[in-house]
């Protein structure tokens, strides 16, 4: 019969990629990244502070919001005045005719039947001029610096939206790696664990005091634990992967929440009132109300009077020709004038161009007010969920509580009925798959409560650093002690030994308590 050799210790391993970095793909080119000092931790308040300087999306909304803020300027020009000079030269040629004018002359009489000519057939032309103008009155521009405005503020609001959406997703993606990396960490010690179990399966096999159903059972649960691992260290991988990406920093390790009497605390304030504030705070819906103000400007611009405009007007211009032509060489024609007064402009027939136009700007009024009340009844649904999650993940944080602790329990005594005999190899790997199960549950559920507190907070606009610094300080490192109860491994040869004279001894033991002395 082939002796069995143990499994590669794939636990230690995981253990020891867990704070690896996934290199990049031949041919990609490697990010540049800040590399953490050795062995230091990322807090929750250090990735967000790192986020504000490399994370991609918060650039895009960075750029756009200084975009924005420049549409102020033009709402401000929009009514003050213009100027504008213009001016040309090129070849040129002209003639003018005119036939009974009456003129006069100093010494002599008035002339009727007189004609007057001008002629320029080959000559250089030149033309200037200038032009300012003042609005005074405009419907349509009074409207369109609304929407200007409306514009710069719509820039801030989806800044301020970005804002809290990258430190929102900051906080899930750093929670997300720890608790991957803790996932891994689990599994690994469990694992440990199990190829102990399943060498002492195959050893006591060996001597025969196990059945052979023992090494297969164990066999398969060790497979089982390694192909877990091999999955849970690709998507530590991949969590870390993307939170280096939003901070720059290479090899990030996070810390997770532990203080179950912080973690169970609900915020303040009942649900009416959190859904009062998201009503009244939320970003996105200020940014729908602007963009319904935004369509209402837009159906003052498309009225049906909009197009009228007074202005004030000052012009003064020259148009010059100088050439031969056909009465001789030397002929020059000026013109010159100036202007200064009102201008008033009033469209009277479009096509129909403006009425259709009209009847747009109405039904896109519509369209913003029907999302506006949609989105904010789905704002309403959100608020819901995270406050009774909430609320729920007080008593769901207790109960997993209580069932880690009866799987610690559980998972001792199960070890020491192994030891004796009374119990068998499958109910010790399910007791291990149990615990393991039981700790990870709690540490996803305390993800899941902080992160609901930071959902709800951001839902009513009241997510900012000082929330998320209150949470990085409640997030420490889990000591392996707490989280797995540790196997103390003693050398193979005397675990073994004593193992199986605990197995051995024990029927001696039930049978000695079941024969009664002569005493009795």
């Known amino acids: 019969m082939t002796s069995w050799q143990p499994a590669r210790p794939l636990g230690a391993i995981a253990l020891a990629l867990a704070t690896t970095v996934t290199l990049p793909a031949w041919g990609q080119s490697t990010p540049a990244v800040t590399p953490l000092p050795r062995g230091q931790t990322l807090t929750l308040m250090q990735a967000w502070q790192a986020a504000t300087q490399h994370d991609r999306q918060l650039d895009v909304a960075r750029a756009d919001q200084a975009a924005a803020q420049t549409r102020r300027d ?138 052979v159903t023992d090494t297969h059972e164990a066999d398969a649960e060790n497979s089982g634990i390694q192909a877990q691992i091999a999955a849970a260290m690709l998507d530590l991988n991949v969590r870390r992967q993307a939170l280096a990406d939003s901070t720059g920093m290479a090899s990030p390790t996070a810390l997770l929440p532990t203080d179950s009497t912080w973690i169970a605390r609900a915020p303040s304030g009942t649900l009416a009132t959190w859904l009062d504030a998201a009503h009244s705070r939320n970003l996105q819906l200020i940014s729908l109300r602007q963009a319904l103000e935004m369509a209402r400007q837009n159906v003052r611009k498309q009225a049906p009077m909009a197009g009228m405009s007074v202005d004030l007007v000052a012009q003064a211009g020259q148009d010059k020709l100088t050439g031969s032509g056909d009465f001789g060489s030397g002929a020059t024609t000026r013109n010159t004038n100036r ?43 959100q608020v819901e969920a995270a406050w009774w999650g909430l609320q729920a993940g007080q008593a769901r944080l207790q109960a997993l509580a209580q069932a880690r602790q009866a799987m610690h329990s559980r998972l001792d005594a199960t070890r020491m009925g192994h030891t004796l005999g009374d119990r068998s190899t499958l109910d010790l790997l399910a007791a291990e798959s149990a615990h393991a199960q039981s700790v990870l549950a709690l540490a996803e559920a305390r993800n899941t409560q902080v992160l609901n507190h930071l959902r709800l907070a951001a839902l009513a606009n009241q997510l900012d650093d000082a929330l998320l610094q209150q949470v990085s300080q409640h997030l420490t490192t889990v000591p392996t002690a707490t989280t797995i109860s540790a196997v103390t491994p003693g050398s193979s040869a005397s675990s073994r030994t004593s193992s199986h004279a605990a197995r051995t001894s024990a029927p001696h033991r039930r049978a000695a308590r079941a024969v009664p002395t002569q005493g009795s």
Do not use: C
């Not at 402009?345 to 403006?354: C, D, N, R």
């Not at 009209?358 to 989105?375: F, S, V, W």
């Open 74 to 211: 033009q709402a401000a020009a929009l009514w003050k005045p213009s100027v504008f000079v213009n001016a040309g030269a090129g070849w040129g040629a002209g003639s003018t005719r005119m036939e009974g004018a009456q003129f006069s002359a100093p010494g002599m009489g008035p002339m009727t039947q007189a004609n007057f000519a001008t002629s320029v057939t080959d000559g250089t032309a030149t033309r200037w001029g200038v032009t300012l103008q003042q609005p005074l009155f405009s419907p349509a521009r009074s409207a369109q610096r609304a929407q200007l405005a409306l514009s710069a503020d719509m820039g801030d609001t989806a800044w301020q939206a970005a804002r809290t959406d990258t430190m929102l997703q900051t906080a899930e993606r750093y929670l997300a790696l720890a608790l991957a990396e803790e996932r891994v960490r689990v599994l690994g010690v469990q694992q440990q664990s199990v190829a102990r179990t399943t060498q002492e399966a195959h050893e006591r096999f060996r001597l025969g005091d196990a059945p």
């Open 339 to 381: 202007m200064i007064g009102v201008q008033i402009t009033i469209p009277l027939y479009t096509g129909g161009m403006a009425s259709a136009q009209q009847q747009e700007a109405i039904r896109l009024r519509e369209k913003a007010q029907a999302q506006l009340d949609a989105t904010q009844q789905q704002i309403d649904r």
